[in-house]
């Protein structure tokens, strides 16, 4: 019973700590490779800055972004935000941590974070590690359940970070719900190419997937393949809720989305508390990192059944009972 | 899934990968034709994709929704066009290195249409975009059918643009024109032929099809509009055109070399065979270096000017 107590006063800390307002303000830049309105990667971050900013007032959070930044550019970018007093420098992309490393080293008052990453950086950097294979699993399963011809289609960017990882379990929520299901796995190498993108959903559709998915901002070109078959039962599972919103978003019966507004909390306040970095943040169900939301427009296709086994996986999820073991994937 | 379908998917897919690569390398052809590679045929592309994106995106009702395909690829090919004329203002009459100045143009191209994009567009979002016009009874025959008549009418004009472009640079006086700017322009001079203006012709001309190139990446294949569409295509067409010696039907073949191997590569993952996937993915362009490297010989078929300003001032 007292452990029980203990614990529970514990997390009522940890929550209360989550959600602290910042004591001081903190001045906030973000670094990104595309555009914080991609539908996609940059946007979740970039949206969570926003949302943080919003929520305790932009006298106590200032917020500026550079876009199109490629690792090269980025240097002169980070700089100058280490240089004007910024207290927290997000470079959002793994290919930023050589940059982000040198930053380090020549400002260390200064919190610099990249993702996604489980590295344990120098102690000014954070990194910060979205574990989507909880996503990419209720994804699967519902995929499985849906899928008439037993072939799904999966359209990823690179077999790397949070998409390796959404992948497989992808594999394994689709063999949860219906093992007899074919996954075809396929990669077009780039994050930002939509027109591959395109093309490999439709050697998918071709192939016979009738259930396709996939992650990072060029899943948008196959969304848009899979809504070029307007009359037939293809669907899509998405991994940004943006996609609901769109027009082809008529295909998608669900989506997840990353939320780092847990991440930046996290940054503000473990920076307010001493802690400049040495740490990595892991993203899950658990600690809010995810959001799921199902497309209530998508007809009949989105059944009870598929409803209920998509939430009881999440809740399994979250709770602690259900763990993926991605890493048991080869493909 | 029988091999005879596995074979029927990938060309059905491949032709139509092509169309974009076919249409920019054509018109890279002219140029290079001419005397003057354009490095910046990536650039006019996404130039083009953004312009041909916008009226069907603002036209979707009206009078005018009808037309707004056609809209954005006249509105593509006008602005590769004056493109193009820039290009030869600054390689042609400034002789400024061609090479420089493509990458400028390129990365011009680039971040106008993105800036411009952000601006009047905001964020990704899909359009309707060309409709597929299968052929009748044609697009039923098996195999073929699905291969050759099943595509968009931009597709079908596109392979029609071969054998017209052929027609062009070898059987009339204007083609001969270009070709003489290209290879022997001092010559071509003392002839009467006026090497500056023929270079600004055929620059912009080819313009105008990377232009299309790009129109047929956002109204044709993607349906939208994203910064990174054009990803290398441009200069992939570039390549296509050393591949292709300068000539359009070897020019069609390597744009369907590559789309196929691009196909083929999609193919084996989808396949699920046993295939590093980062070596699928470098296959079609490891092809191009490969078919480069062994076709040393086609140097001799190019124009012998290439690259090359002309002043007529100056003694050789």
Known sequence: ?331 | MSILDIIMNILAIGVPFSVALLLAALGEMFNQRAGVFNLGCEGIMSMGAFLAFLPPFFLKTGALAPWANLLGFAGAAAAGAVLGLLFALVTVSFRAPQGIAGIGLQMLGWGAAGTLFRHYVGGVTGIGGVPPLPIPFLSQIPFFGPVLFNHNIVAYLAFLAVPASWYVLFKTPWGLKVRAAGTHPRAADTMGIKVTRVRYQALALGGAMAGLAGAYLSLCQAKMFADDIVAGRGSIAVALVYFGRWHPAWILSGALLFSLAQALQLSIQVLGIKFPYEFAVMLPYALVIAVLAFSRRSRLRGPAELGKPYDRETRI
């Open chain 1, 1 to 331: 019973m007292k452990k029980a107590i203990l614990v529970l006063a514990a997390l009522i800390l940890v929550i209360a700590g989550a959600t602290a307002a910042p004591k001081a303000k903190v001045k906030i830049a973000l670094i990104v490779e595309s555009t914080v309105d991609d539908k996609g990667w940059a946007q979740a971050m970039h949206d969570a800055i926003v949302a943080v900013q919003a929520k305790y007032g932009k006298t106590l959070v200032e917020y500026n972004y550079s876009e199109k930044m490629k690792p090269v550019d980025a240097g002169s970018a980070a700089r100058q935000y280490a240089s004007q007093g910024y207290d927290i420098v997000i470079c959002h992309g793994a290919q930023f941590k050589n940059l982000v490393l040198e930053m380090a080293d020549e400002f260390p008052k200064t919190s610099f974070a990249f993702g996604t990453s489980a590295d344990i950086g120098p102690k000014n950097v954070f990194t910060y590690m979205p574990m989507s294979e909880e996503t990419g699993y209720i994804n699967g399963i519902i995929a499985g359940m849906v899928t008439k011809a037993n072939v799904i289609g999966l359209v990823g960017p690179v077999d790397g970070g949070d998409a390796a990882r959404y992948d497989r379990g992808f594999v394994l929520g689709v063999k949860a719900s219906n093992p007899k299901a074919e996954v075809k796995v396929a990669h077009t190498g780039s994050f930002s190419d939509f027109v591959k993108a395109a093309e490999l959903a439709q050697t998918q559709v071709k192939a016979g997937a009738d259930v396709l998915t996939g992650s990072s901002q060029q899943a948008l070109g196959a969304l848009r393949a899979v809504a070029e078959y307007k009359d037939q039962q293809i669907w899509w599972l998405g991994q940004d809720i943006a996609q609901l919103a769109i027009p082809e978003g008529y295909k998608a019966i669900a989506a997840a989305s990353y939320d780092y507004s847990a991440v930046i909390e996290a940054l503000i306040n473990k920076r307010q508390a001493g802690v400049l970095g040495g740490e990595s943040i892991p993203m899950s169900f658990t600690n809010g990192g995810f959001v799921y939301k199902f497309n209530d427009k998508v007809g009949p296709v989105l059944t009870k059944a598929v409803r209920a086994a998509a939430e009881k996986a999440k809740a399994d999820i979250t709770s602690g009972k259900l763990s993926i073991a991605w890493k048991d994937v080869k493909f």
